[in-house]
Structure formats: C-alpha cells, structure tokens
C-alpha cells in the first residue's frame, strides 16, 4: 500500500509540475477577435510554421524566429530564425520565401566583407580563427531609406558563453545578400537606427556597454565606429570556455529596448536587469548622463511615438507611457558625474499579459500592439483610455512583432520555449471601424501634415527623417486599401476563433491515470 501511494504522490507531483508549464497555443488561421468597443477586429490570415500542417505554411527555416521586420516600402518582410543562423525574406503580399540568408562565414573567404579592426572590441578568450563561425541572429534595424538591414548576432557559435566580441551583418535589401560584417561587444541585442540615417547604436546585453557606428556616408566600406559608451560598470567576462552558463541573466543591466529620440539628440536604452531604469546617452556631447528610475522594473522594449515613451514591461506584463518632453526633463537633470540617478513619476500603466515583449504602435497612436509571450496572446491597448480592449491568441511563445505602416497587418514571431511551442510566424489582418488616418510629431504629438517641414509646436525638422521605424512616419505601404493583403480582406477568413491548447488536456489525462492506477491497485 506504502509502495501503491508512493506511485501515486510521484504521479501527482509530475502533474502539478507539468501543470505550471504554460499550455503550448497553435491557433488555426480564421482565429478571430474583436475589440470590446467593436473599433477593430483581429484575424489571423496566414502563417509560417515549422510544424505539422500543409505545403503552403510549413517552412522549415523558421527555426527559433527571434524577429521581425518589415521593409519600409512594404514590399517584402523579414524574419531573423535565432537557432537556424539565417535570415529568411518573404514577399508581404504572397507570402512567397524569396531568399534564405545564410550567416556562416570563414576566415580567408569571407576576408572582404569585414570593416578594419577599430581597436573597441578587444579578444580575451579566443585567439584563432575567430571569423569562422555562425551567427545567431537577433534584432535588425533599417538604415538608408530601407536599403540596408542591420542584424546583430547574439553570439558567435564557437564562443559558447558570448563573453567575445560578436559581429553584426548588414543585408543589402536589393540583394538579400550580407555585404558588410562589423565587430560588437559581446552580447548584442538590440539595435536602432537615429531618425536623421546618421548612427547606428548596438546596445550590448553582455556587458553594459552600447557601441555607436557612423553610417553617414552611402557607402557601406566607408562605415565606421565612433565609440563604446559604459552604462555604470563594464563587466568583466570570464566564463568556462568547455561548459555553457546561462547569459540571459546574471549580465548587469541586460540593456534591451534602445530608440533615439526624434531630434536625434539622445539615446535611451532600457534595463532589463540589474537595478532597473532607463539609461540615457547625450549623443551630441558623446556621453553616459546616467539611469531614469521610477517606472516598474524589467523593462524590455521601447517606442517613441506622438509625443510619448511606451515602454513593455515583461515580468509584470505591463504597458507604460509618459510624455516625452516630460522624461527628458528628468534625463536632462542627470550630468554623468555627480548625478548619475533621476526618478521619473507619474507614470501611466495598463495591465497586459505577462512576458509582455515587442510592442508597435498604430500610425495614428491610438492603439498598441504587445506581443505577450506567458500567455501565447497578443494584445492591443487603446491609449486614449491606457487600457486594454483586445487580446488574440498566437502561437506560443511570441517575442518579436512589427506592424505594418498603415496599421492593418500585425506579424508576430514565436520563438517557443524549451523545446515547446513557437517556430511561427504569425500574421493577423486589423480591420478599423475608423481606420488610422491622422499623423503627428513624433516628438511631441501635435499634430502633422504632408506639407510640414517641422513642427510648429517643438520645432523637429520633418526634412531629414529618412529612417522608418518607430520613432518616424514610414511611407504606405503598396498594396490596395479596399481589398486588403489578398483581395479579399476579412470577408475570405473563417469567423471563429479555434485555439489548441494541449498541455491542460494532457494534466487531466495524468490525473485521471493516477486515479485509475490507484483504484486498480486497491482491487488487488
């Protein structure tokens, strides 16, 4: 009997273990949402996944999809697959792959693609060879109205705990081709574009320093690094070189979230270890001001749009604003030396799903897009209220989202976790009851139209703004309004919402064989 409730406790304790694993989400395209207002509705249309299902959305190059990207002119998207050491571009319209991105490279061969040595990045653990690796790509940014794409590696495969120098490649968009490999610190993550196409920032999860390259001139041989900025303490890396350890936490600050503000002048990057905050650079003065305190800690993403800063908050599964002018108010009390804090309050929050992620937002700055990854949902925030009025399952686990320029297609990338859930793309049509039509400042939300060269409430020169990404307007994209992505709109799609979640089912199963065990043993 001792035995038979050994057995059975065992059982149990496996179930409950399993039971706090988060059930894995594969949502069927025609899953459908519609907000509590009735102002939008969310269908998901189609899908890239490397699991199961037929011809046309099965596409084993998604391997671990980190990101997502879609070219300014809207003609083609991106995809960064983080284990598969590629980068796979889609036509936006068809869907069709158009090219599969390789990030291997070798020493010799690939000698032409590298810019000179800038002496920044010094190598403590390995020596030789260290141009022969793969890449594992991250995040990217645009540069040169959407010529270039930029795509930093989380590491080099052969430096299994990213304590080295790690590299970043630049994809030619007419091409889809690499065209220039540039060295980083060690850990990159995050990598943003200024509004003016004059600076790259890298902002590096390793070891709490955030590296500037002058990408000034149209030719990519002619790029070069300006500096590496330290935010409080560069870490000093010394880790195993035969036993992998894991560098997703315990690394400082873990900088994440990074976006210029729209005139160019500082650099913000979020803290999503360590003591929190948002640190803050001077780019003009070339020089650490020092960390915003008072929002909620882990702050993962960031996005300058019509006035405000959102941030993400992953563990609290949080949403947050504040007006601009009213943070860099507080940054700008912070000299570097003798006041390296600052706390900015009143800040306004919405409850979203846990792991909240990537987040983008509408044109016209009505409604944020979070893609939150405990859950497998995406949700949608209405910033005139801060709270939110949607929420659609996705395939679990998102992290990376981007929305197109008009507001109407959300693509969300699945990364899954541990084995479980992800390897997806996803991407869900939005359809507007007003759909967005109003532009404005990005700097400080009055608003804009087509003929403004700068802004008569701040002053921001419109002229100039050649980079499309959060922090600006990026031109429509090419594909006709009435009918929608494939000609047919929301008209074409399957009106019911239908989710497979398995891991519940598979606890009762576990319980219910428990039972049964027991019972049967009690017979004998």
Excluded at 99 to 107: E, G, L, Q, S, W
Excluded at 208 to 233: A, Q, R, Y
Excluded at 341 to 353: D, Q, R
Aim: charged share 20%; glycine share 10%.
């Amino acid at each position: 009997m001792k035995k038979t409730l050994a057995t059975a406790f065992a059982l149990a304790i496996a179930a409950l273990s399993f039971a706090d694993v988060s059930p894995v989400s594969h949502p069927k395209i025609g899953t459908t949402a519609q907000s509590t207002d009735g102002a939008l509705t969310m269908t998901l249309i189609a899908k890239k996944q490397n699991y199961g299902g037929g011809a046309d959305i099965r596409d084993t190059d998604i391997n671990s999809p980190k990101s997502i990207n879609i070219h300014p002119d809207g003609s083609k998207y991106y995809v960064n697959s983080l284990e598969g050491c590629t980068t796979i571009s889609y036509d936006f319209r068809t869907h069709k792959k158009l090219a599969v991105i390789n990030h291997n490279f070798k020493d010799g061969r690939d000698d032409h693609l590298w810019s000179k040595p800038s002496g920044l990045y010094p190598w403590r653990h390995y020596h030789h060879n260290v141009n022969t690796f793969s890449g594992k790509p991250v995040e990217s940014t645009f540069s040169h109205n959407g010529r270039y794409l930029w795509v930093p590696y989380y590491r080099r495969t052969f430096d299994i705990n990213a304590q080295d120098p790690s590299a970043v490649a630049v994809i030619d968009t007419k091409t889809d081709k690499v065209v220039r490999l540039m060295e980083t610190g060690p850990l990159p993550k995050m990598v943003s574009t200024s509004p003016d196409g004059k600076i790259v920032a890298i902002s590096h999860w390793g070891n709490n320093t955030i590296g500037l390259i002058d990408i000034s001139s149209e030719k990519p041989e002619e790029w070069h690094h300006k500096m590496v900025l330290v935010v409080d303490k560069q870490l000093e890396l010394n880790y195993p070189l035969n036993r992998a350890v894991d560098r997703d936490s315990g690394s400082g600050y873990a900088l994440r979230g990074t976006v210029f503000t729209p005139d160019n002048r500082y650099l913000i990057v979020g803290c999503m270890g360590g003591g929190g905050g948002i640190a803050v650079i001077d780019i003009q003065q070339q020089k650490y001001l020092g960390r915003v305190l008072g929002m909620m800690s882990n702050v993962r993403h960031l996005v300058i749009s019509n006035g405000y800063l959102y941030l993400s908050i992953n563990g609290g599964g949080m949403v947050q604003r504040m007006p601009l002018k009213d943070f860099m108010a507080v940054a700008k009390s912070m000299d570097g030396t003798t006041k390296k804090t600052a706390t900015a309050s009143n800040w306004e929050n919405c409850k979203v799903g846990t792991g909240a992620r990537t987040i983008s937002i509408s044109p016209d700055g009505r409604y944020i897009f979070a893609a939150c990854n405990n859950v497998s949902q995406v949700y949608v925030v209405d910033t005139k209220t801060m709270k939110t009025i949607c929420q659609i399952a996705v395939d679990s686990y998102p992290v990376g989202l981007d929305l197109s320029s008009d507001g109407r297609y959300v693509f969300v990338t699945s990364q899954g976790r541990s084995n479980r859930g992800g390897n997806a793309v996803n991407i869900y049509e939005v359809e507007y009851k007003n759909p967005p039509t109003a532009r404005f400042c990005p700097a400080c939300g009055a608003t804009r139209n087509n003929d403004m060269k700068k802004c008569p409430e701040c002053g921001l020169q419109y002229e100039g703004m050649t980079v499309m990404n959060d922090s600006t307007d990026s031109p429509n994209s090419p594909f006709d309004p009435e009918k929608g992505l494939f000609g047919g709109g929301l008209a074409k799609c399957l009106s019911t919402t239908n989710t497979l979640y398995y891991a519940g089912g598979a606890l009762v199963a576990v319980l219910a064989g428990t039972f049964f065990f027991v019972r049967s043993r009690r017979k004998k």
